[in-house]
């Protein structure tokens, strides 16, 4: 194959639980969660940082759900220190107590993403499905106190998109060191309450001003990102720097994945921890091997000259807006698909738009 990446992976997300107090509208887990009793056991987890390790993995992202609520939490944070993997917490914050950070601190975690919906109240619980501002604000300062890194995370949309500014002014006065800003990416949950997040190009427009103009502000005293949602865009970004080269997801079942999406990919078959070695799934496996390189490409993106750029965009959104993975990425001007994403456009930049109820995910 022209163009296959040989590279070991260098990211491991484990998504240890589906399980989460928050119900948030944006959430990218698929609408089919996987139940606790379905979830592995701490000894495959265990197993899985040995085999990450022996891949040369280099950090490793807890996630979920809500990692705090799996139990076997604190032992895979020991066993990463053990194994010299970089260990990154990403959190809600819900349950985050100064005991179980102090905890988790000793075992070895090295850094912490906390999220936040919102800077304001109401909009929060509209997002979350409850209001759980005062506890994760009570976490934020509560991690900050401790000497270990913290990011704090907003994911942006049409309901919070207009508070950019408050935003990044919130994280300096905190003395936030890292913030990221993500524009909602349309999966799971997401994807089925798309018509009521996607923000309108004005209201895009306005917020890149506004972060465009505090990021020259604070340059030096906050680290700060923003990747621009795909739909809002008009070419593709490269799917996880290419599918299956640097990153590998373990869900909560025991099923790997090339990217935190890629489950939505029904033509494909993904493999199981449980019945291959990561290795194996990592340099063999066919879900693994299919978009690797150039030669599964079709038109326009097998001819055209920016396809060492884009990598024909995100193959998870290519298959939920064409049902192909194959085809190029329907955000790029070029897809002969691309008026998908106009109509989609069209009708967030509509006021009179009729939206369909909010769906959230189920505890």
Same mark, same amino acid.
């Given at each position: 194959?022209?163009?296959?990446?040989?590279?070991?992976?260098?990211?491991?997300?484990?998504?240890?639980?589906?399980?989460?107090?928050?119900?948030?509208?944006?959430?990218?887990?698929?609408?089919?969660?996987?139940?606790?009793?379905?979830?592995?056991?701490?000894?495959?987890?265990?197993?899985?940082?040995?085999?990450?390790?022996?891949?040369?993995?280099?950090?490793?992202?807890?996630?979920?759900?809500?990692?705090?609520?799996?139990?076997?939490?604190?032992?895979?944070?020991?066993?990463?220190?053990?194994?010299?993997?970089? %260990?990154?917490?990403?959190?809600?914050?819900?349950?985050?107590?100064?005991?179980?950070?102090?905890?988790?601190?000793?075992?070895?975690?090295?850094?912490?993403?906390?999220?936040?919906? %919102?800077?304001?109240?109401?909009?929060?619980?509209?997002?979350?499905?409850?209001?759980?501002?005062?506890?994760?604000?009570?976490?934020?300062?509560?991690?900050?106190?401790?000497?270990?890194? &913290?990011?704090?995370?907003?994911? +942006?949309?049409?309901?919070?998109?207009?508070?950019?500014?408050?935003?990044?002014? $919130?994280?300096?006065?905190?003395? &936030?060191?890292?913030?990221?800003?993500? %524009?909602?990416?349309?999966?799971? $949950?997401?994807?089925?309450?798309?018509?009521?997040?996607?923000?309108?190009?004005?209201?895009?427009?306005?917020?890149?001003?506004?972060?465009?103009?505090?990021?020259?502000?604070?340059?030096?005293?906050?680290?700060?990102?923003?990747?621009?949602?795909?739909?809002?865009?008009?070419?593709?970004?490269?799917?996880?720097?290419?599918?299956?080269?640097?990153?590998?997801? &373990?869900?909560?079942?025991?099923?790997?994945?090339?990217?935190?999406?890629?489950?939505?990919?029904?033509? +494909?078959?993904?493999? %199981?921890?449980?019945?291959?070695?990561?290795?194996?799934?990592?340099?063999?496996?066919?879900?693994?091997?299919?978009?690797?390189?150039?030669?599964?490409?079709?038109?326009?993106?097998?001819?055209?000259? $920016?396809?060492?750029?884009?990598?024909?965009?995100?193959?998870?959104?290519?298959?939920?807006?064409?049902?192909?993975?194959?085809?190029?990425?329907?955000?790029?001007?070029?897809?002969?698909?691309?008026?998908?994403?106009?109509?989609?456009?069209?009708?967030?930049?509509?006021?009179?738009?009729?939206?369909?109820?909010?769906?959230?995910?189920?505890?």
């Amino acid at each position: 194959m022209t163009g296959i990446v040989k590279q070991r992976p260098f990211t491991i997300t484990m998504e240890l639980t589906h399980r989460c107090p928050l119900s948030c509208l944006y959430c990218s887990n698929p609408t089919e969660l996987i139940a606790k009793e379905n979830e592995l056991p701490i000894d495959d987890w265990l197993s899985i940082v040995d085999q990450a390790a022996d891949l040369s993995i280099v950090q490793a992202n807890l996630t979920g759900g809500e990692p705090l609520a799996y139990p076997g939490l604190a032992m895979i944070v020991s066993q990463l220190k053990k194994r010299d993997i970089y %260990s990154n917490l990403i959190t809600s914050a819900i349950g985050l107590t100064e005991t179980v950070l102090q905890k988790l601190i000793a075992c070895g975690l090295e850094s912490i993403q906390i999220s936040l919906q %919102s800077l304001d109240a109401s909009t929060s619980k509209l997002i979350a499905g409850w209001n759980a501002q005062e506890q994760k604000l009570c976490a934020l300062k509560l991690a900050l106190s401790e000497k270990i890194p &913290v990011s704090l995370n907003v994911v +942006l949309h049409k309901h919070n998109i207009g508070e950019v500014g408050a935003i990044i002014d $919130f994280a300096a006065a905190m003395n &936030v060191k890292r913030l990221e800003l993500a %524009s909602t990416q349309f999966y799971g $949950f997401a994807l089925a309450n798309m018509e009521n997040l996607l923000p309108s190009e004005q209201q895009m427009a306005e917020a890149i001003s506004v972060y465009d103009s505090k990021k020259k502000e604070l340059a030096g005293k906050l680290q700060m990102s923003w990747v621009i949602g795909d739909y809002l865009e008009r070419s593709p970004k490269p799917c996880m720097g290419g599918w299956a080269s640097q990153h590998i997801v &373990v869900s909560a079942d025991g099923t790997a994945y090339p990217c935190l999406a890629a489950g939505a990919i029904k033509t +494909l078959t993904f493999p %199981s921890i449980k019945e291959k070695s990561l290795k194996w799934i990592w340099d063999d496996s066919p879900a693994f091997n299919a978009f690797r390189g150039f030669d599964w490409m079709v038109e326009p993106c097998r001819t055209c000259e $920016f396809r060492e750029n884009d990598l024909g965009g995100c193959r998870c959104q290519a298959f939920l807006l064409t049902g192909d993975a194959a085809q190029a990425d329907p955000v790029c001007k070029l897809s002969p698909h691309h008026q998908i994403v106009d109509e989609k456009i069209k009708s967030a930049n509509a006021p009179d738009h009729p939206r369909k109820e909010l769906l959230y995910r189920l505890h």
